[in-house]
């Protein structure tokens, strides 16, 4: 089943070529209020640990019907592998804390080797992931093959997982739809694959960028999660281009059924990106936090506050509504902008609409989510 689907989201990424946008059509008619709420495939850019929540198996992406901008970017897919079984508290504490302590030792191995450094308190400029670094990749030096320097830096790599594991069982809970109590303590385990690419003359940059997620929840109560992110840059007036590489961490907590807290830090620990032609560059570290309230089921509230510690802070607000069943209707305010979605599920599909106004340029994006 994960190589059949490992290959139908690869075929997806060859044929929609300038068709799917980064941020997604529901989040982003929700004004881009979804750190607290990220219980989708879109979970990987908002919130990592959100892929936890929701068991299921989909494929989505979006794509910009018209008036591109440079907020925006190209070519998305997002594979979400999310499934449950049951576990008591302990073990599951147990495991997180396990796993986070080899993932603790294999950082410090990195950073050791001088590879892998932390995101915050670094000198030297930093750049905010919607922009571009072309104006920082000089273009006079020689160049030398990136892909020769990956081969040497890469010693092995993984393959034939154990997907046919025992406790699979696949959901078809909707996100919108109340939670059913079970007797039973239950356990969330979630593999995400991300790929983007944009290439944008505006901006002066082209870039590839691939996503790896894996994320643990408890009862959808609590859920922790980390994302790889890594990059493959081009200025696209040279040719010139630069590899890197990031991690992002975040969690979401729901006390009661009706309130939601996230937090992410992207790019806490960081490769510098290093460019054909000798040039360093790297992304600034940022920390998003969000509320996600539900004054009764079948209407959603948010808020969310992007680069927390920053002084360019943006504010996000948005909504989300069940209006009929199977039919949802969001709106939003990306930080003064507003934006306005619509969802409609048929069947195992799910085809969302999104108008985002303001600096977004009256852009109409919409997209699609197929569950398995």
């Known amino acids: 089943m994960f190589r059949k689907l490992l290959v139908l989201f690869l075929l997806l990424a060859v044929v929609s070529q300038n068709a799917f946008a980064l941020f997604g059509a529901r989040p982003m008619g ?8 990220a219980d989708d495939a ?19 992406g979006s794509t910009m019907i018209n008036n591109r901008n440079t907020f925006v970017g190209d070519n998305v897919g997002n594979l979400k592998m999310s499934y449950e079984t049951e576990m008591n508290p302990f073990q599951w504490i147990a495991g997180v804390g396990l796993a986070s302590m080899f993932a603790l030792e294999g950082a410090k191995y ?24 072309a104006e920082q990749v000089k273009g006079t030096e020689e160049v030398v093959s990136l892909r ?4 040497k830096a890469v010693k092995a790599a993984l393959w034939d997982l154990p997907w046919d594991l025992p406790w699979y069982r696949p959901h078809r809970h ?3 739809e109340p939670r059913v109590s079970q007797a039973a303590t239950k356990a969330q385990f979630a593999l995400g694959v991300s790929w983007l690419n944009d290439y944008n003359p505006p901006l002066n940059q082209g870039t590839n960028w691939y996503t790896l997620t894996l994320a643990s929840g ?7 999660g980390g994302g790889v992110n890594f990059y493959n840059l081009q200025k696209i007036s040279t040719g010139i281009r630069g590899i890197g590489a990031d991690v992002d961490l975040g969690a979401i907590a729901k006390p009661v059924d009706y309130i939601s807290f996230g937090i992410v830090t992207k790019g806490i620990l960081t490769t510098d990106i290093a460019w054909q032609d000798g040039s360093s560059t790297r992304y600034e570290m940022l920390v998003n936090a969000g509320l996600a309230v539900k004054p009764i089921y079948s209407l959603t509230l948010a808020a969310d ?7 360019n802070q943006t504010y996000h607000y948005g909504a989300e509504a069940v209006l009929l069943p199977g039919l949802l209707g969001r709106a939003g305010i990306s930080d003064g902008s ?3 979605g619509l969802s409609l599920a048929v069947g195992n599909i799910i085809i969302d609409y999104a108008l985002l106004g303001g600096i977004y340029n009256r852009s109409q994006m919409i997209g699609a989510a197929w569950r398995f």
Request: hydrophobic content about 40%; overall charge positive.
């Open 110 to 133: 990195l950073s050791d080797q001088g590879i892998l450094k932390k995101g915050w308190g670094r000198a030297g400029e930093a750049t905010a992931r919607e922009e571009s670094m």
């Open 148 to 151: 020769q320097e990956a081969k």
């Open 42 to 60: 879109n979970a990987p850019y908002w919130n990592p640990a959100g892929i936890a929540l929701n068991p299921e198996v989909s494929l989505t």
């Open 30 to 37: 929700m004004g881009g209020a979804f750190t607290a709420i």
């Open 305 to 311: 506050v992007h680069n927390l510690f920053r002084t």
């Open 174 to 176: 909707y996100y919108w």
């Open 218 to 224: 408890f009862e959808q109560r609590v859920a922790v």
């Open 338 to 340: 507003k934006t306005v």
